[in-house]
């Protein structure tokens, strides 16, 4: 898996997807920490930065998973990682890690405006700013988790990019579309299911179990359904 991994991370900064991505986003970062400048108040990091870029990152996140599995299929290398003495399951945990791991860069670079707002802030609100951090690192990893297992249903990467694109716009609207349904078991499994809701608790600074558990339990089930898509390749 660490082999893996490292192969999988190289290769997303030797092409312009890794860079591309992390300056995106830590372009959109850094605009809205302007806007929070101009309220001048520390307080409005959480609203004003991480809650709007929820949408932005979902956006964005297409982008990081759209190579993973497809490229190989394309390129007819997944031949050599189905032989390869390693498990499917490391195969596809080793691609999810580095796809997450380039959202992690950007995530990580995105507090370093917050450490200059607090070298002159009266006081800083870390604990929201730190919830808001994890909860994107959180929502990030699931989505990621779905758009390595979209990708692996394709050799295009312009179909894996635009599936995992489909699934984050509806991720987005779940929660209008829950109240147009109205109070129906629909309307419930729409609010249970939404990324939203769950990532909501940690912008007020509270470490949400229930959505943690959430977060971790998407990963799970798409990387499990990623490996078993990949040990169904094996065996045809």
């Known amino acids: 898996m660490a082999a893996i991994f490292k192969k999988e991370l190289k290769s997303y900064f030797s092409s312009p997807i890794g860079y591309v991505v992390v300056a995106?986003?830590?372009?959109?970062?850094?605009?809205?920490?302007?806007?929070?400048?101009?309220?001048?108040?520390?307080?409005?990091?959480?609203?004003?930065?991480?809650?709007?870029m929820f949408m932005w990152s979902m956006m964005i996140i297409p982008i990081i998973t759209m190579k993973s599995m497809s490229d190989d299929k394309k390129n007819k290398t997944d031949q050599a990682l189905l032989t390869a003495p390693v498990g499917v399951t490391s195969i596809v945990m080793g691609k999810f890690l580095a796809a997450f791991a380039v959202y992690a860069i950007a995530m990580v670079a995105s507090l370093i405006p917050a450490l200059i707002i607090s070298l002159f802030a009266t006081s800083m609100s870390w604990g929201s700013v730190l919830g808001t951090f994890f909860g994107s690192l959180f929502y990030g990893a699931a989505m990621i988790s779905i758009g390595v297992f979209v990708s692996s249903l394709t050799e295009s990467q312009i179909i894996a990019a635009i599936g995992t694109f489909g699934i984050s716009i509806f991720l987005i609207l779940v929660d209008q579309l829950g109240t147009v349904v109205g109070g129906t078991i629909f309307q419930t499994i729409l609010n249970w299911i939404s990324f939203n809701a769950r990532y909501q608790p940690f912008t007020n600074g509270t470490f949400s179990i229930p959505s943690l558990v959430f977060f971790i339990s998407i990963v799970a089930v798409f990387v499990f359904f990623t490996a078993r898509k990949l040990e169904s390749k094996r065996w045809s």
């Open 24 to 52: 995106v986003l830590l372009a959109l970062y850094g605009f809205f920490y302007y806007v929070t400048v101009l309220y001048r108040s520390s307080s409005y990091i959480s609203s004003m930065v991480y809650s709007n």
